[in-house]
């Protein structure tokens, strides 16, 4: 399965709303995806599973949707520490899995 | 406190081989299925390696499959990755991560909240 994400990078000032998308190429089984955060120089870190449910001590401006094959996350209001990649992956039930090409998130 | 540590890496030539381990500490390490990932400079994540709680169930990426061994040792709280045949492409950081993630008494594989610092392998002449 093919992840794409859009757009490549977002250009926003703390206090805005951040809209990220992730396209599958064929239909993820169970809606078994996954958000991660990177900050240069850490490891991705988990941010959302099963397409919309928040992880362990995730603050809930973070919201993830979608079904099949178009996914989303939402910051809803950008904090400093928010500004980083954030990359989709699919989870299905056997490897393969992928992730996408990420998204950056940048100050204006 | 949740600890992973990969070490290993290092420049080596393309055909050459490296050994990558990863010492787990923090929690029950022989509980959790376990993932080899890397990451390119610049480029996203790649999934490398999955292997199961008792290592009877693995999987490759086709990119690395016949090059690539993944194990583990549960005794020593362990994780490895055997490279050969290295290629230039093989170039990144890689990640030991845990491969099961558990919320709401729920449990979920093939994702994660546990990862290492990364260790960087350049494959160079």
């Known amino acids: 399965i093919v992840l794409t994400q859009s757009p490549g990078t977002l250009s926003l000032s703390p206090g805005e709303r951040a809209t990220l998308s992730c396209r599958a190429s064929q239909s993820v089984t169970s809606d078994k995806l996954a958000w991660y955060q990177q900050k240069p120089g850490q490891a991705p870190r988990l941010l959302i599973y099963g397409a919309s449910s928040r992880a362990t001590d995730i603050p809930d401006r973070f919201i993830g949707t979608g079904s099949g094959t178009d996914f989303s996350l939402t910051i809803s209001r950008l904090e400093p520490e928010d500004f980083a990649v954030y990359y989709c992956q699919q989870y299905v039930p056997s490897p393969p899995w992928t992730f996408g090409q990420g998204t950056r998130v940048e100050i204006k | 406190e949740v600890h992973l540590v990969e070490s290993g890496g290092g420049l080596v030539q393309p055909g050459g081989s490296l050994r990558l381990s990863c010492a787990a500490s923090g929690f029950t390490f022989r509980n959790f299925e376990m993932n080899w990932v890397r990451q390119a400079p610049g480029k996203g994540p790649e999934w490398v390696s999955y292997?199961?709680?008792?290592?009877?169930?693995?999987y490759y990426a086709d990119s690395v499959k016949g090059r690539f061994t993944i194990s583990r040792d549960n005794g020593r709280n362990s994780l490895y990755l055997q490279m050969n045949s290295l290629r230039a492409e093989d170039t990144a950081i890689y990640y030991c991560a845990s491969a099961r993630y558990c919320n709401g008494g729920q449990c979920y594989v093939g994702i994660g909240d546990y990862w290492g610092q990364g260790t960087l392998v350049t494959v160079s002449s």
């Open positions: 292997i199961s709680t008792t290592g009877t169930s693995i």
